[in-house]
């Protein structure tokens, strides 16, 4: 290139428009978009991404998180590239998506009367025999449970059992704030409910009983984790005295469509 010594070099290119563009993942109130890269003949520096035509971020990745949105609510999103020389390519494929309703995790109260909506992962500590809608224990009450029905371990099988339940997998929305009742014995390594990142199998949160037959609730923040595909599991690895969980009324905020 003849260029005068001095003088500028004006890049008046633009770079190409970003391919591709998608939706990664939602919940109630965020959107994540991806695209594929733009090119440029000096160098792409970011991207701007418009939702409904106005600009409400720009990166420079090829992905971006849009916040702050309405439940249930449709926006439509088209992202450009730009350069140094502030050139803008055209617009992207137009996109639409919807976002996601809070609703409940499926038979979260255990009020079906059996283990609908969850999963034996193994062991035999949890079964449609332990979904019992006993309010005494035998020997004292009452369980103080939610609504009619709870997962009392202990019901069917007594303490030597073990096993592991699981709920659906779900994408956590809302606030994050999960609440739910537990009772049962005092072992956070071996009787205990969890928060689990479907991803990796990572135990987010956990609680577990405090040797009392009778529930108590336990509230988690989880704010940082909502938008991640989580599920709920209770694990049972104990067998002697008080070997046994007490679930019930698992109220977890879930994207639903
Ligand atoms: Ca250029
Ligand atoms: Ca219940
Ligand atoms: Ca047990």
Redesign the pocket.
Known sequence: MNVPTGAAVIDTTAPTIPGNLSSTSKTDTSISLAWSASSDNVGVTGYRIYRNGTEVGSTSTTSFKDTGLTANTTYTFTVKAIDAANNLSGLSNSLQVKTGIVGALANH???SGNLTGWTIVSGNAFGAGDVTTDVNWGWGGPFN??????LWGYKDGGDSQVGVLKSETFTLGGTGAIDFLIGGGNDLNNLYIALVRASDGVELLKATGSNNEAYSRIQWNAASYVGTSCYIKIVDSATGGFGHLNV??VNVPVVTN
Do not use: K, L, P, W
Request: net charge negative.
């Open positions: 109260d255990f009020e449970q939610s609504g009619s029905y709870h019930d009324d």
